[in-house]
């Protein structure tokens, strides 16, 4: 097997309490060839102090390798790269969010192979050999995770070892938890990305990630999964705002445009599934209802749902609250956000929104 270089990105902001965890767990990777790519999204703690501290140690430890050392420095480098050793770079920029960090770094990574990792999260040693070993006959590789919460225990979350198209993979980010829209389980290949130009929209704050896989697996001819819990996603310390902001209602945005990605009926179906299920808990927990309800109902003209069809689409368990908000909507808001745990009972296994 030819040994290809990985670049696994790391977009940070105020990250200070959990960063050093997650890079000493990428550093420990037992794949031969890979950079770890942080990006410094306008912190205002430790984070940046922290991650250029593992370029002086690295620095160090290698017979300290000169910042010269960077072979062509790029024009989006110049100003921007406080360090840089063999296996470590860290970028810095204005707060512009994790799609603007993401991007930088996809225009400055030298890897064959792409990896993300979230900058309060752990990777198991053999994550990158086993997720490159996956996707040596495919264009993507996907593998399971375990949720870590603050106590420490974990659920493991495994899909099961099969090979997909990428048609039928767009469709298992709607239904199946195991493969979903996140990066951080899943290895893409550079020149994919490249060739077709798929970057992260930065007006999309919320979401942006499962659109960008959605965009890539258009391309895709194979999926690759693991039936192996490669990645450690912490929830510690994670909760969802009663007072959304218009910054988490892009994620609406995220979903329109994948309902834009393909003309295939059941596909479209799930888009406008997840999209109506979303709204159902904005509508209850973001105060400015009527450009929401502007929103929604300009969504549904665009797509030619009528209330039916969307019945139709829903989950069994989304279907009385459908109905509900549309017998009434203020009470419907107001019985919802009135029930004891309602975020529970609304965000049900959904955590698109957990660590924005």
Avoid at 273 to 282: A, E, H, P, T
Wanted: hydrophobic share 40%.
């Amino acid at each position: 097997m030819t040994v290809q270089k990985i670049s696994v990105i790391v977009p940070a902001y105020n990250a200070e309490k959990t960063i050093e965890k997650t890079i000493r767990s990428l550093l420990a990777q037992d794949w031969p060839d890979f950079e770890v790519i942080v990006v410094d999204d306008g912190s205002t703690d430790r984070t940046a102090e922290i991650c250029t501290g593992f370029c002086e140690t690295a620095e160090e430890d290698q017979g300290n390798i000169p910042r010269s050392a960077a072979s062509e420095t790029t024009e989006a480098d110049q100003g921007i790269v406080p360090c840089f050793t063999k296996q470590i770079r860290v970028l810095s920029q204005a707060n512009a969010g994790p799609a603007a960090a993401r991007n930088l770094a996809l225009q400055n990574a030298r890897g064959d192979l792409i990896c993300f990792v979230d900058a309060d999260d752990t990777v198991q040693e053999d994550f990158l050999r086993a997720l490159a070993e996956a996707v040596t006959d495919a264009q993507i590789a996907v593998c399971g995770y375990n949720i870590v919460r603050e106590d420490g225990s974990s659920d493991p979350v495994l899909p099961a070892r099969e090979r997909l198209t990428g048609t039928e993979t767009m469709k298992r980010v709607f239904t199946d938890e195991a493969i979903n829209g996140f990066l951080w389980n899943k290895i893409f290949r550079a020149e994919i990305i490249r060739d077709y130009s798929i970057r992260f929209d930065e007006k999309i704050h919320v979401g942006e990630d499962m659109l960008f896989v959605e965009q890539y697996l258009r391309c895709c001819a194979t999926v690759q999964t693991t039936d192996r819990a490669l990645y450690n996603y912490s929830v510690a310390g994670q909760s969802v705002s009663h007072a959304l902001t218009a910054r988490n209602l892009t994620l609406l945005r995220a979903f329109a445009r994948a309902f834009s990605l393909s003309g295939e009926s059941e596909y479209r179906d799930l888009t406008v599934s997840k999209y109506v299920r979303q709204y159902l808990v904005f509508y209850v927990l973001y105060p400015e209802k009527k450009p929401l309800e502007k929103r929604f109902n300009t969504f549904l003209e665009k797509t030619g749902y009528s209330d039916e069809r969307i019945l139709a689409v829903l989950p069994r368990a989304y279907r009385a609250r459908f109905r509900f908000y549309r017998f009434s909507r203020p009470f419907y808001a107001a019985c919802m956000s009135g029930l004891r745990g309602a975020k529970d009972v609304l965000f049900g296994k959904d955590r698109e929104l957990k660590k924005k």
